[in-house]
């Protein structure tokens, strides 16, 4: 990449960047700045993309920053020797290349296909399909529309039928497989045609916002959470000075980084499991809605933990959360861990400060913008009962003859002729629009009420389809993760076991209430595991071989159980039970007997005609 360079000169203590202009370049608009030297070796990084423009994410960072980032683990120096920005425009020229018999994606440089390629959404599954990409979006609030549901349908097609899917995850986004570098622009180009991009959605980037579900359409509301969603977004992801996607203040952070705001007491948002948790709640004495703020809740391989209090509250005012978000942003970006990625997360930096004096921090940072916002000390939450609402099935709305229909999409997971099948749905029943949720199902809001029947009636909706309004307790909050099929991570395959199992503990008993069963092929638990209900973790397990008599390695997974969400969310952070071969035969009956000792289920009645059909195998 041609650019201009820096050689960072790191005696000199930079102040941090409170505007768009990066500290590096500030009163430098035209050449990279010159800094001295603290170490004997000077430091290198392209402040400026000549291509576009555009500062690069690392001339954002202080001095001192810079100077750990050199020292820091194999990804910081990848940043520092070509920016990750730089596939906002590599990505472009990768795939010309390509489609001109210049260049094939083996010929790509390892660090771009497995790293940089990331600040555009895009994940090398080089290990499952070499050449081919998951492509993560980013859909604030985890709305969408129809005509955005036919076009990943389009981009995905080509690929075929298994390795060309669509699937929901578990921050209410839309992740797209199969996608080849070649490809890339046109598909970029369409969704920012469509409002929306993938541009750093990946890697050390802030993820999809998660919101409220139920925005707009719900009469226990406290906040709606769209408006703040779409901004934080926006400030995380669009460049304010050029009007495009991609911001490069926000293109260096040490560690990816989660934020949710929830609407309700419900918190399906699970606001205590993210970096930034907004929850809902009055101000004592005034009565101004409002948000409490929990930090630093987070997922990995080495750790997981629940947020915590920081004993902040803040205006459910536009201003208030994009600042707020922005001085935790900053604080993070610049003083977090850049040597051990295990400990780059923000509860880290949140424990090293000690909670009172990282809020100190935060109020200080966020008078330095000087834009009246005004931080406050947490506020009484309500100690009224309240129990936990369900999104699927029918349920009306506060909107006179509206009602909301949510809908299983088993594992979140979507083919393109299912996407157009929903986008179909939405255009005939809920004026094109979609919603999706963190248990990777979907809700059509505002559907007359004198409809819902027909919209029932639908085949896409019917015995054969995978799509279903009336869902069992079971199958119906069932959630997985990528899997083996796809991620060279999982220890497991995960979204068929879970589909398969889910149905046939609805076949075999019967529950009062919803169960929600988690799936996750390794420790990174992507598939959320402590928070369910009962959760299943891919690990290895042993068993008899009957023809040697020794016992052998199978697949296997850990079992989870007692996991909560809501306003009394709780992890569960030791195994129930290990080392439980995956075979159904042999995990079946395990989970049968956790339902039953610990939900109360019981074995499923079967109807005599039922059991005439097994025996005879019409069933």
């Known amino acids: 990449m041609v650019g201009y360079k820096a050689t960072a000169v790191l005696s000199t203590v930079l102040a941090s960047s409170h505007a768009f202009a990066p500290a590096a370049l500030v009163g430098h608009q035209q050449c990279a700045t010159q800094l001295a030297a603290a170490s004997a070796d000077p430091i290198t990084f392209e402040s400026v993309d000549t291509r576009t423009g555009k500062p690069t994410g690392t001339s954002f960072l202080p001095a001192e920053t810079l100077e750990r980032a050199a020292k820091g683990n194999p990804i910081e120096k990848a940043k520092l020797k070509k920016d990750g920005t730089s596939a906002f425009v590599d990505v472009y020229e990768f795939a010309a290349k390509i489609r001109a018999g210049e260049l094939t994606w083996e010929e790509v440089e390892k660090a771009d296909m497995n790293s940089r390629l990331k600040f555009v959404g895009m994940l090398h599954r080089d290990k499952r399909t070499p050449g081919q990409f998951l492509m993560r979006l980013k859909v604030p609030n985890g709305i969408c529309n129809a005509d955005q549901m036919r076009f990943y349908a389009d981009c995905v097609e080509k690929y075929g039928d298994e390795k060309g899917v669509v699937d929901i995850t578990t921050r209410q986004n839309i992740q797209m497989r199969g996608v080849k570098i070649e490809d890339a622009p046109d598909i970029i180009d369409g969704l920012h045609a469509r409002n929306q991009t993938s541009f750093q959605s990946a890697l050390d980037s802030v993820r999809n916002m998660v919101g409220h579900p139920l925005a707009g359409i719900d009469d226990l509301e406290m906040v709606d959470t769209r408006e703040f969603c779409n901004a934080i977004n926006d400030l995380v992801s669009l460049d304010p000075v050029t009007g495009t996607r991609g911001n490069p203040q926000w293109g260096n952070l040490p560690r990816k980084f989660n934020i949710a705001i929830s609407g309700s007491r419900d918190d399906y948002a699970?606001?205590?499991?993210?970096?930034?948790?907004?929850?809902?709640?009055?101000?004592?004495?005034?009565?101004?809605?409002?948000?409490?703020?929990?930090?630093?809740?987070?997922?990995?391989?080495?750790?997981?933990?629940?947020?915590?209090?920081?004993?902040?509250?803040?205006?459910?005012?536009?201003?208030?959360?994009?600042?707020?978000?922005?001085?935790?942003?900053?604080?993070?970006?610049?003083?977090?861990?850049?040597?051990?990625?295990?400990?780059?997360?923000?509860?880290?930096?949140?424990?090293?400060?000690?909670?009172?004096?990282?809020?100190?921090?935060?109020?200080?940072?966020?008078?330095?913008?000087?834009?009246?916002?005004?931080?406050?000390?947490?506020?009484?939450?309500?100690?009224?009962?309240?129990?936990?609402?369900?999104?699927?099935?029918?349920?009306?709305?506060?909107?006179?003859?509206?009602?909301?229909?949510?809908?299983?999409?088993?594992?979140?997971?979507?083919?393109?002729?299912?996407?157009?099948?929903?986008?179909?749905?939405?255009?005939?029943?809920?004026?094109?629009?979609?919603?999706?949720?963190?248990?990777?199902?979907?809700?059509?809001?505002?559907?007359?009420?004198?409809?819902?029947?027909?919209?029932?009636?639908?085949?896409?909706?019917?015995?054969?389809?995978?799509?279903?309004?009336?869902?069992?307790?079971?199958?119906?909050?069932?959630?997985?993760?990528?899997?083996?099929?796809?991620?060279?991570?999982?220890?497991?395959?995960?979204?068929?076991?879970?589909?398969?199992?889910?149905?046939?503990l609805e076949d075999l008993v019967t529950v009062d209430k919803p169960i929600r069963i988690h799936w996750t092929g390794c420790p990174n638990s992507c598939g959320q595991v402590q928070v369910a209900d009962i959760g299943i973790m891919g690990a290895p397990a042993r068993k008899l071989n009957e023809e040697t008599g020794k016992m052998m390695a199978v697949p296997g997974c850990k079992i989870f159980v007692g996991g909560r969400v809501g306003e009394d969310a709780h992890l569960a952070l030791e195994p129930f039970k290990t080392g439980v071969p995956l075979a159904e035969e042999e995990l079946i009956p395990e989970l049968i007997e956790i339902l039953k000792s610990e939900f109360g289920a019981v074995d499923k009645k079967v109807r005599k005609r039922d059991k005439i059909k097994k025996l005879v195998g019409l069933s």
């Open 270 to 504: 699970h606001s205590h499991i993210n970096d930034i948790g907004l929850v809902p709640c009055e101000h004592a004495e005034t009565g101004v809605m409002g948000f409490n703020l929990a930090l630093g809740g987070y997922m990995s391989i080495k750790r997981v933990a629940e947020s915590v209090p920081a004993d902040m509250w803040i205006p459910a005012e536009r201003e208030a959360v994009v600042t707020l978000c922005e001085a935790i942003l900053r604080i993070f970006r610049d003083e977090s861990e850049r040597k051990d990625r295990q400990k780059a997360r923000l509860l880290w930096l949140v424990e090293k400060y000690g909670v009172e004096d990282f809020k100190k921090a935060v109020i200080k940072e966020i008078e330095s913008y000087d834009r009246g916002v005004k931080v406050e000390d947490a506020q009484p939450t309500s100690t009224e009962p309240f129990e936990r609402r369900e999104l699927l099935g029918v349920h009306k709305q506060p909107q006179e003859g509206k009602s909301r229909v949510g809908v299983l999409v088993p594992t979140g997971r979507l083919s393109a002729k299912e996407c157009r099948q929903i986008a179909d749905l939405a255009d005939a029943y809920s004026g094109g629009e979609v919603r999706m949720t963190v248990e990777q199902n979907l809700i059509f809001p505002n559907v007359d009420d004198d409809k819902v029947s027909a919209m029932l009636k639908e085949d896409s909706l019917g015995k054969k389809s995978r799509l279903e309004a009336n869902p069992g307790f079971i199958e119906g909050n069932t959630v997985s993760c990528t899997g083996a099929q796809f991620c060279g991570l999982a220890l497991i395959e995960t979204k068929v076991h879970a589909e398969s199992v889910a149905k046939k």
